[in-house]
């Protein structure tokens, strides 16, 4: 378990050369813009477009309009080297999912640390009950009378002991004193995910706008082939 050493939240951690990339590119470039870009919408597929034809003709304006802003905005922000794109995206992905899996690592160990104090708190409770119990020669009329109580704190030490093993128990106190470090890690973490995520959703929506473009280039190429030819 992650708290047994009492170090639960102050683990150090240090930035990869992929994460300094990412921040060096998040310092050059906002690209919070982009959730203004609209979404190239696929009109060969769109049900309502083959059954209005003004529809379709709106929809090719939109397109139009969304490609327009894309490659002004791909522009701005130096990103129109593709394989640069590809390859920032590919590290914003990444960086995403570290963020993500970081996070969930805290919530895990701040979840052990309340389950912890959950546990102590009902072994305290119970223990001078425990106590009385063997001082009295454990005799049933008391177990009868404190059945429950003495049900809990051996539910209790069982579990701390599954937990501890044959280490000293932790204080309440030094558990509180960890929780509170891991809920500020689990925010400072949840705040860089949050960035993190807005960035990568960002540019992922230009990419996706890109290739809906792209994709169209060579059938249109092929379509005004045949009018050639057929000329």
Known sequence: MGCRDGNCGQ????????????????ERSDLSGAVNLGQIIDLEKNEKAKNSDAYARWIK????????????????????NSTELDEEYAL?????????????ST???????????????????????YREYCRCGKQPVFLKEHQSELELY???SRELREIYGDQKLPGVKELKEQKVILQSQKNDQYKVF?????????????????????????????EEKKTTDLG
């Open 107 to 129: 919530e895990a160990e701040l979840k052990e640390v309340n389950r912890c104090l959950r546990l102590l708190g009902q072994y305290f409770k119970g223990k001078s009950v």
């Open 194 to 222: 949050k960035e993190v995520r807005e960035q990568w959703m960002d540019l992922g929506k230009v990419i996706q706008n890109r290739d809906s473009f792209l994709k169209k280039i060579p059938a249109q190429l092929n």
């Open 154 to 156: 051996e539910a209790a």
């Open 11 to 26: 683990k150090l951690e240090t930035k990869t050369k992929d994460e300094l990339t990412i921040e060096n590119r998040a």
């Open 61 to 80: 304006i939109h397109n139009l309009q969304v490609q327009a802003k894309t490659f002004s905005f791909m522009s701005e922000h130096g990103l129109l």
């Open 92 to 104: 914003l992905t990444k960086r995403f999912r570290q963020c993500r899996s970081q996070m969930k």
